[in-house]
């Protein structure tokens, strides 16, 4: 399977501690996305990276999120001091950045990772 | 966050009936996405339209991208228990650019009666 992956699909924690979500994009693209997505609701953007450079962040993104693509390959999503308001489905997708509008904008989505937070 | 406005927001129908839902949006967008997502797992596209007007389809899968850029149907012939789940648009490189984000409806939520 050469799609979108992501470890671990779920976590359940307490609060206060912190956890840490990876992805491993589809093996040539580029573009990495995290998105959050609460029950009934549809994903929102949290953070994007063209290869390892960070290009934007959401202000969902707290001081207590950090996001990083050190290698432009994988990539990680640490939350510090976890809150149940962090309960959700982290969801990570990719994309080929080219001259080409079709490959850079259609976005393959992982399985997710369900946080819970006690 | 901002979001598009989709509609409806979910549809109890027969198996066999045709599906329609639509989204719309005050930005003009330049790429419409059209996923699935089941429970517990992530969103899988299943059309992409990249130019006003297009009409595309995916088996019993149809879409559109408005003529106004603000605006995409998507529709389903001859619906099956499979089709159950739930639908979400998603629209990206607004008016300021490609910003790389997709901007998601709210989703509708489409139940098939055998």
């Known amino acids: 399977d050469t799609g979108v992956s992501q470890n671990p699909r779920h976590k359940i924690t307490k609060r206060g501690q912190n956890v840490t979500f990876r992805c491993d994009p589809i093996s040539e693209h580029n573009r990495l996305y995290w998105y959050r997505q609460t029950l009934g609701q549809g994903p929102e953007f949290l953070t994007y990276?063209?290869?390892?450079?960070?290009?934007?962040k959401s202000r969902l993104l707290s001081d207590r999120f950090s996001a990083e693509r050190p290698k432009g390959s994988f990539s990680t999503l640490e939350i510090q001091r976890t809150e149940q308001g962090d309960s959700a489905m982290y969801l990570c997708?990719?994309?080929?950045?080219?001259?080409?509008?079709?490959?850079?904008?259609?976005?393959?989505f992982g399985p997710g990772t369900r946080l819970t937070v006690l | 966050g901002q979001q598009l406005n989709q509609s409806p927001q979910s549809m109890f129908i027969q198996e066999g009936e045709d599906v329609s839902m639509n989204c719309t949006s005050s930005s003009i967008f330049n790429t419409w996405l059209w996923y699935k997502q089941d429970p517990g797992e992530g969103p899988v596209l299943l059309i992409a339209?990249?130019?006003?007007?297009e009409l595309t389809s995916n088996g019993r899968l149809t879409a559109q991208f408005g003529i106004t850029r603000k605006d995409s149907f998507l529709n389903i012939s001859a619906s099956i228990p499979s089709d159950v789940g739930i639908y979400f648009c998603?629209?990206?490189?607004?008016?300021?650019?490609?910003?790389?984000?997709?901007?998601f409806g709210q989703g509708t939520t489409l139940q098939v009666k055998p």
């Open positions: 997708a990719s994309s080929l950045m080219t001259g080409d509008l079709k490959s850079t904008d259609t976005q393959y």
């Open positions: 998603a629209g990206t490189g607004s008016e300021g650019g490609n910003t790389g984000k997709l901007i």
């Open positions: 990276f063209q290869n390892e450079a960070q290009l934007e």
């Open positions: 339209l990249y130019k006003a007007g």
